[in-house]
């Protein structure tokens, strides 16, 4: 008997049958171990805490020197800067004392601190003929907004004022000048002496 | 008619025919049913087939809180521990990955995950003076190898992670413990916070 053969037709059966063998073992390989073999999996998470405390470092301003001396009456400036570095998320507030009341002192004598109109209140800076005042106000960045430009206000021996504050973090320090002044009326004699203050600033981190 | 046996022929006799008796006896006992009865023989088998499917707990690590809190530089570890329970008999495998990319955040702030020096390959903790950083390691009886010795790698988001396997079962509680490690660098400035990251531990059977 002879069967008669298309080499064309039988071409494309082997090639089908090629397709479908590769397309069943490929599929095999893959799915086999599911099929053939149950796995189990289970899972549980856990909670990893850590906290990072704050850290505050404030610089140490030099000695602050008066300028010009005052000679008979007039006014003089001074100033102090001081730099905060936290890693305080929330931020940071400086605030600033004196140690004695009133603050500027030479022995027994002493300028007055500084009387603004409204106590906590700073304000231009104006003192009467017959007063000697020594006040304070504040520049820079974080400085509170009633420390506008030329405002003072008087230090309240030990308690302390805030100055400035940052509600965010920063990696590098921020600084905060305070400006000191102090002035002679024109019709206040005010005794010679070497007069001082020492000014406190307490940096702290915020919760 | 006198019949004269002689008495030594008649013992021969007697036992000849017994033990002709006998043989004929006991062909006929095993031989009987088959040539008394005809019979017909088939068996057949069947096989009885029963899967013992795998089964998998694992345990839930209560929330690990680091330790020491990190006060602006240094490091804090901590750790969480695992146990595996499988009746597969080709065992099991944990793996590990982090809900978040970094891992370990607060807010908008976070740890780094841990830069090994090769993707992938733990190596000895080492975290640069401008980074803060946060990794893991493996201990234990089933631990990988690799983790051999504190070496520490970077999760790598949801991404798992082997950390251990076991070839063998059923096992009855298998522990592996995870360790934590995070770090800020001496010249970093990390902000403060409570740091979380989330853990899962995910353990299956192996086919």
Excluded at chain 2, 24 to 46: F, Q, W
Excluded at chain 2, 58 to 84: D, E, R
Excluded at chain 2, 120 to 131: F, H, I, L, M, N
Excluded at chain 2, 159 to 167: E, N
């Amino acid at each position: 008997m002879l069967i008669n053969i298309n080499k064309k037709e039988f071409k494309k059966a082997c090639t089908f049958s090629l397709v479908i063998l590769l397309i069943f073992g490929v599929g095999y390989i893959t799915l086999e171990p599911s099929l053939t073999k149950a796995s189990a999996t289970a899972n549980s998470a856990v909670n990893v805490n850590l906290t990072v405390d704050p850290t505050m470092a404030i610089t140490t301003p030099s000695t602050v020197t008066m300028s010009p001396n005052i000679t008979g009456t007039g006014t003089s400036t001074g100033s102090a800067t001081w730099t905060v570095t936290t890693n305080s998320n929330a931020g940071w507030k400086l605030e600033v004392n004196a140690s004695t009341t009133p603050a500027m002192t030479s022995g027994s004598n002493n300028f007055a601190n500084y009387t603004e109109a409204v106590t906590g209140t700073p304000d231009t800076w104006s003192i009467a003929a017959t007063d000697s005042e020594f006040g304070f106000g504040a520049t820079g960045s974080y400085v509170e907004t009633k420390f506008g430009a030329g405002k003072y206000m008087g230090f309240s021996g030990t308690n302390k004022e805030q100055v400035a504050h940052t509600g965010s973090f920063s990696s590098s320090g921020q600084d905060t000048t305070v400006i000191f002044e102090a002035g002679v009326g024109a019709s206040h004699s005010q005794p010679t002496g070497s007069y001082t203050s020492q000014v406190t600033a307490t940096a702290t981190s915020l919760p | 008619m006198k019949i004269n046996i002689n008495k030594n022929e008649l013992r021969k006799a007697s036992i000849f025919s017994l033990v002709m008796v006998l043989i004929v006896g006991m062909g006929y006992l095993t031989l009987e049913p088959a040539i008394t009865k005809a019979s017909a023989t088939a068996n057949s088998s069947v096989n009885v087939n029963l899967s013992v499917d795998p089964t998998l707990s694992i345990n839930t690590p209560t929330t690990v809180t680091m330790s020491p809190n990190i006060t602006g530089t240094g490091t804090s570890t901590g750790s969480a521990i695992w146990t595996v329970t499988t009746n597969s008999a080709s065992g099991w495998k944990l793996e590990v990955n982090a809900s978040a990319s970094p891992a370990m955040v607060s807010g908008s702030n976070n740890f780094a995950d841990y830069t090994e020096g090769v993707l992938g390959t733990p190596e000895t903790w080492s975290v640069a003076a401008s980074a803060a950083e946060f990794g893991f390691t493996a201990s234990g009886t089933f631990a990988e190898s690799k983790y051999t010795s504190n070496k520490y790698q970077s999760f790598q988001g949801a991404t798992k992670i082997q950390v251990s396997h076991s070839g063998t079962g059923p096992d009855a509680g298998d522990s592996t413990t995870v360790g934590f490690k995070a770090e800020v660098g001496a010249s970093k400035s990390q902000p403060t916070g409570s740091y979380q990251a989330v853990i899962t531990g995910t353990a299956t059977s192996l086919p």
